[in-house]
């Protein structure tokens, strides 16, 4: 394995994928099918190929119906002429914004590129667009409309482009989960006004959940401000139950001096969560048993390697890895900590990240001065994320350009109001953060 600049991470990820589906590549990806056109794949219920082929998707899970065969058929080149011909018709109408783990493809024609939670803030600034066209996933476009202006529409440009984390905990899992806690802690607030429970969600999950939260005293965080939340919630409660990534609650917890004991795993289909009754008397913070499976592919191994290779490496990986990945690392931080943490590097350093392979191969192109790769030589992308080919935001862009919204993303009044209060503590508790 090596980890020296190649033409693979000046490729594209999806270039990349190609060649290793035609033999032209030593390296390997986690899913063949990556390689064929996401279309092919959006047939199959699932989350596609890759690191979260084999979690269940809900029932309900949205469905993208077949695109048709003029985008199907076109050429990557005219798919970004089409592409950047809508852009230049709508102008300020239209904002696109793409996530930090989108393929190249689509970020080099987005309008801004971040974390779902500055895209959602990049999306408060254009009041005036009319459509906000999110190539992320669902829940960063259900955010998006809940802070949006009221008469914009935001698209996500393909349906299936769903989170696998973000579905590992459902609303009636949560509502059951919170009657059996209820009945152990009851509802009375300690001395100090504390109450028994405060539910705090992470980013990544429904609105449904972000709306339970906001209805029960609870709060929203992000892998930027994990622990700023926790505290705030300590603030106001005795207990913290954390929906739905495990290792994002259980890496930040730790980092603020919780044992391990006092964090239960709840697993949703065993009762109590598969916890005995004492265990969550005496629980800090209880972690839903949700996990990213992109994140979850790395191991303490690979660091292993990337310091056997390079002595000096610097080694920096997202807080929703597991937590012995967390604790070999150097460093853990957000993507935008990572992005940063790259800028500010001294040239000629050496960075193996531990996140998601487009933004990993995006930095190792933007900062040639720096040797950068990521620790898992698989290529393997957000599967789901990955969905959004250039050639649905085409079919999208040009359904604007004709007066017609597609794939319009819009949450019920009834869930997007508690859900907004959960928005907008976590938002009143950073303001020196986020303003
Ligand atoms: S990287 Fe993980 S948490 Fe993020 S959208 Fe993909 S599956 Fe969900």
């Not at 209820?182 to 607030?189: Q, R």
């Not at 080919?389 to 109001?417: K, Q, T």
Request: glycine share 6%; hydrophobic share 40%.
């Amino acid at each position: 394995m090596s980890h020296t600049a190649t033409t693979e991470n000046k490729a594209s990820v999806a270039q990349n994928i190609g060649r290793i589906a035609r033999k032209q590549s030593n390296q390997s990806a986690c899913g063949t099918d990556l390689a064929e056109p996401t279309w092919d794949f959006d047939r199959i219920p699932g989350y596609g190929p890759g690191a979260s082929a084999r979690d269940i998707i809900p029932l309900n899970a949205p469905t993208q119906g077949t695109l048709p065969a003029e985008y199907r058929e076109a050429s990557d080149e005219e798919l970004h002429q089409r592409i950047q011909a809508a852009k230049d018709t709508l102008q300020d109408k239209l904002v696109i914004l793409g996530h930090f783990y989108q393929r190249d493809e689509v970020v080099q024609l987005a309008d801004y590129v971040g974390d779902s939670f500055q895209l959602a803030k990049a999306a408060l600034a254009h009041p005036d667009a009319e459509a906000i066209v999110f190539c992320g996933v669902h829940f960063m476009a259900e955010t998006a409309d809940m802070l949006s202006n009221p008469n914009q529409h935001v698209i996500l440009p393909n349906l299936a482009a769903g989170c696998s984390m973000a579905d590992m905990a459902n609303i009636d899992q949560v509502e059951d989960a919170w009657e059996q806690l209820v009945e152990i802690y009851g509802d009375e607030a300690d001395a100090e006004g504390r109450v028994p429970l405060v539910p705090v969600t992470y980013m990544n999950s429904s609105a449904a959940i972000k709306a339970f939260c906001g209805r029960n005293g609870g709060i929203v965080c992000t892998s930027s401000n994990a622990s700023t939340v926790l505290e705030w919630a300590f603030e106001r409660g005795q207990r913290v139950i954390f929906f739905p990534d495990q290792h994002l609650g259980r890496n930040t917890a730790k980092a603020m001096g919780i044992s391990l004991e006092d964090m239960p795993l709840w697993r949703p289909n065993l009762p109590l969560g598969g916890n005995t009754e004492d265990a969550l008397e005496r629980a800090k913070v209880i972690l839903w048993n949700g996990f990213c499976s992109v994140h979850k592919r790395f191991t303490v191994k690979q660091i292993e390697q990337a310091r056997e290779q390079y002595p000096d490496v610097r080694v920096i990986v997202h807080p929703e890895c597991p937590m012995d990945v967390v604790d070999a690392a150097d460093e853990s931080g957000s993507t935008d900590y990572i992005r940063k943490a790259v800028e500010a590097a001294p040239a000629g350093s050496t960075i193996a990240i531990g996140t998601e392979i487009n933004l990993v191969q995006r930095l190792a192109a933007e900062y040639p001065q720096h040797t950068i790769f990521c620790l898992d030589d698989v290529v393997c992308p957000c599967s789901t994320m990955y969905r959004i080919h250039p050639g649905y935001l085409a079919w999208v862009l040009e359904g604007l350009v004709a007066g017609e919204v597609r794939n319009r993303i819009s949450v019920d009044a009834a869930v997007a109001e508690p859900a907004r209060v959960a928005l907008e503590r976590m938002l009143a508790a950073l303001p020196a953060v986020r303003s």
